[in-house]
């Protein structure tokens, strides 16, 4: 059960119970790449198409950007997908800030998860069945199965039906109508094959649960929330793209009871992260006030220790920092000693430096930021606070010495904005305008993008390698922009 007891609070608004997929599963029944849904896309084609999504989702959508989040919720997706190794598709996981319960994928494995999904989640098993389900899509070839019973397959048609799997997230009841623009009988059919989708992913996401040793009977507990929160007992299923969610839970249910073990259900990181974004969606002048806080109640509950770094993370945004320093030391020296906890005091030093750092005792914050860089190298949103840090002292020679070498070969657009950010500091302007327009390009801001490119190229005064390193980027670029090369 999550353990966060402030829940009550939350703004949230549920106007939608619905979880709008579009394709693929696990190592059991999955369609051959070889099977006719390939002549129609294939794994290739699906990728580069994913990549071009990917990039205006990160453009348009109001999409989390906290780096833990993030992180977390990446770890958690990579977990599903251990026992499928070899798999050719690129996935890719997202959170959006929107507290409605939802979830969707798109072609090349790229899935997004709402906040609310976070929110109303009691454990990261729960979590996981969102997640296996999408991913039960995306390696069941779904999509491209779906094309197979179309007569026009081209990009046109491919965000078309991208666009219908977006407006249906706001109209769950009529999302059938939406998907195909054609009436009556093919319509008809269309929403059947759909239907049919969502029960064969229902069956291979236990498969994915339970292969990576995660309780799937918590698709079960998750689905009982949804019939709670949706109340759609009655409806009419011929309609529906997704199977009504009584009947989803009876045959989950007996699909899950077949499996015997000594699966996990939750996790601290969960709760942590839970946490995070609870506090990005209450009122935190109202739960600062009513928050009673006591450092002698962490040994009785973990609770207790969630429930308190919240309370930290409210005070950091009512500017109380001395109050949330104090609580976060203590936390941390609690964890010091506790071997379960290890894992999550990674969030609280990340608190505490930002804690330190936002009180302008810079030289604390930043000695925390090094020593977590120091063990966690590799580990982005280190990195993230890390180099903002470094840019709010003004060593911007520290931020690009720390961010270069990473992002040669890991393409993150936060940290890649923060080099541009440093460059401009140091008035490189050449480098800063190569990194703005790399920025622009992964947001799907092309056209931008070619314009810092230009840019980055009249003042550059480095020599010839520079000049064709940025005309290789703005031909990348023209090719992405012809859509014969993606289908």
Sequence with gaps: MK?????GILAISISCINIVSLSYSHDVLIPDIGDTSSRYMSISQENKLGGLIYSQILGSFNLVTDPLVNNYIQILGNRLLMSDYNSQIKYKFLVTNDPTINAFVTPGGIIVINSGVILKTKTEAELASVIAHEIAHVKARHLSRMYEQSSQVNITTALSVLAAIF???YDSENIGKAVIGTQNVQAQEQVTFMRENEKEADRLSINILVAANINPNA???FFETLLRENND???LEFMRTHPITKNRIIETKNLASKYKGNFTNDSFAYQFVSARIAVNNMDTRKFVKDYIYSEDNLDNSSHNVINNYAYSLALIKQK????????LISLSKFLENKDKLYTVKKFVLIALA??????????????ILEDLNNIYPTDNSILYYLSNAYIVNKDYKKTLNLLLPYIVEHKDHRLILKVSEAA???NEKSLGHEYRGDYLKIIGSFNSAIKFYKLAAK?????????????????????LQDTKEIL
């Design 233 to 235: 007992s009655g409806a």
């Design 219 to 221: 698709m079960v507990d």
């Design 354 to 367: 930002d804690a330190y750092i936002k009180n302008n005792e810079r030289i604390e914050g930043l000695s």
């Design 424 to 426: 401009y500091k140091l």
């Design 167 to 169: 407006a249906g997230m």
């Design 459 to 479: 003042y550059n005064n480095k020599g010839t390698t520079v000049n064709k390193r940025i005309k290789s980027k703005i031909k990348e670029i023209e090719k």
């Design 320 to 327: 109380k920092f001395k109050k949330a320093i104090n609580i």
């Design 3 to 7: 353990v966060i007891i402030f829940t």
